[in-house]
């Protein structure tokens, strides 16, 4: 009992810090060797540092490093080049004021559906939303719900092919891949949208009188046309990933002589395993190669652009891979089958249930969706997929439902992304995050209820 105690005085710790500013690649080995001593294996510290929390960590990084860098150096020439404004002010241009907030979750939608990373999204739409809302006399307050909806629900998390991480990761536990539970994904991220555009409608509307308000900070600079792409140039990068990602993962690897991954030497891997990375690998590149042919004489300095991406790309990697090398030094643990025997037995002959409560559960304690989905799966995944193998659930239900549970108590208010939007909109938690807890956790938590309700009843 002392050690289950231990795992969840580490968790709360972690919690907590990191919802001080503390960083998490010096609180995950810290309170992952907490846990152990706590555990009553201090007499195995070391040995555990360096052959669980290390081995995980490093081979996580080695397996996703490509996604986060190229991931980054894309965005990153996607902001540079001016196309990500381009896409963005041409949704709100051809939606116009009336349709503010849809204009505004669109063009954050499908830059995040793209792989462009939530961050770059907001620091791009920023600006152009708040122009609009300010001649649609709409209460500034009320942005960064609108660019949490568009950039950290749906597209992160339920839409089939979207190329972020949190779609990426549950593929190498359940033998799926980034296409998962098509019809699942479409319907439920149709309902986030929809559920969170209404709340934000409403909202305005109640709050219409207030105008735009004055007195804000961290007011945008008027934004100038000069020197941008086209919207179709602009644009080709975004459907290049698309394309590219669901061709080569769907018609061209198939087709491939992969037996040789049967080997020792490539370490007797099956290609469904690797097939969405590869994919997401050779996509990136390609729409790198795209944004930087078409946009060649909009960049001042494109090796220099490329640089901060890659730079940018160092952070989010590492936090993650501290995450689940935390995740895999507390799965190690002889008290943590007390824990994970109770999270499965949360509802017993419904894995669902228990993947969503525990991806859920330390999505918010991190404060990190890919956060809490790795460190969740690194620990249950192979019981989760054992279990949707006993039960005959279909694994793209697992892999989807993952997925989405990653996108909901990762909003808690200690969440960098959510730290961030503030900053960059000059607003307080205090004026905004009542409706970004609204759009991005309580309505994400609920969809995500009623789909295993939903795919419970058709078990």
């Not at 907490?34 to 929390?53: P, R």
Request: charged share 10%; glycine share 10%; aromatic share 10%.
């Amino acid at each position: 009992m002392e050690g289950v105690i231990g795992i969840l005085l580490s968790l709360g710790l972690l919690m907590f810090l990191a919802y001080r500013g503390v960083s998490v690649i010096i609180l995950a080995p810290v309170l992952a060797m907490l846990a152990v001593v706590l555990a009553g294996e201090g007499g195995q510290m070391l040995g555990i540092y360096t052959q669980i929390f290390m081995a995980k960590m490093g081979s996580f990084a080695i397996k996703y490093f490509p996604i986060f860098l190229l991931g980054a150096i894309f965005g990153k020439l996607m902001e540079d080049s001016g196309s990500a404004k381009v896409i963005a002010r041409s949704i709100i241009n051809t939606l116009g004021i009336k349709h503010a907030s849809l204009a505004i979750v669109l063009a954050c939608g499908l830059l995040t559906y793209g792989g462009v990373s939530a961050f770059v999204v907001a620091f791009a739409v920023y600006p152009l939303a708040a122009a609009l809302f300010k001649e649609a006399q709409l209460p500034k307050r009320f942005i960064p719900a609108t660019i949490a909806l568009g950039a950290f629900t749906f597209t992160m998390t339920c839409l089939p092919g979207t190329a972020q991480i949190h779609n990426i990761i549950p593929v190498s536990y359940f033998g799926t891949d980034m296409y998962a539970a098509p019809l699942v994904g479409i319907c439920a991220g149709s309902v986030m949208m929809l559920g969170g555009l209404w709340w934000i409608n409403r909202r305005i509307k109640s709050y219409q009188a207030e105008g735009y308000g004055d007195n804000h900070s961290n007011e945008p600079v008027k934004f100038e046309d000069t020197n941008l792409p086209g919207f179709w140039v602009a644009v080709m990068p975004i459907l290049t990933v698309v394309l590219a990602n669901f061709i080569l993962q769907k018609m061209v690897i198939p087709t491939w002589d992969t037996s040789y991954l049967a080997s020792e030497k490539f370490g007797q891997m099956d290609v469904g395993k690797v097939k969405s990375i590869w994919s997401m690998i050779m996509a990136l590149i390609l729409a790198i190669m795209t944004v930087v042919a078409l946009n060649w004489n909009k960049f001042t300095d494109v090796n220099g652009t490329m640089t901060k991406g890659a730079m940018g790309s160092m952070l989010p990697t590492f936090n993650t891979a501290s995450e689940v090398g935390y995740g895999a030094t507390i799965a190690s643990l002889g008290a943590f089958l007390m824990v994970k025997d109770a999270v499965i037995n949360i509802s017993p002959g419904n894995p669902l249930i228990s993947e969503v409560v525990a991806v859920n559960v330390l999505a918010g304690i991190t404060g990190s969706a890919s956060g809490g989905l790795t460190i969740a799966l690194e620990a249950l995944g192979s019981t989760y997929a054992q279990l949707a193998e006993q039960f005959n659930i279909n694994p793209e239900w697992m892999h989807r439902l993952a997925s989405m549970a990653s996108g909901g108590f990762d909003s808690l208010p200690h969440n960098g992304a959510v730290i961030t939007l503030l900053t960059i909109c000059g607003l307080s938690h205090r004026q905004s995050y009542k409706d970004i807890f609204m759009v991005s956790l309580a309505i994400p938590v609920t969809v995500t209820a009623l789909t295993v309700g939903v795919l419970s009843f058709l078990i």
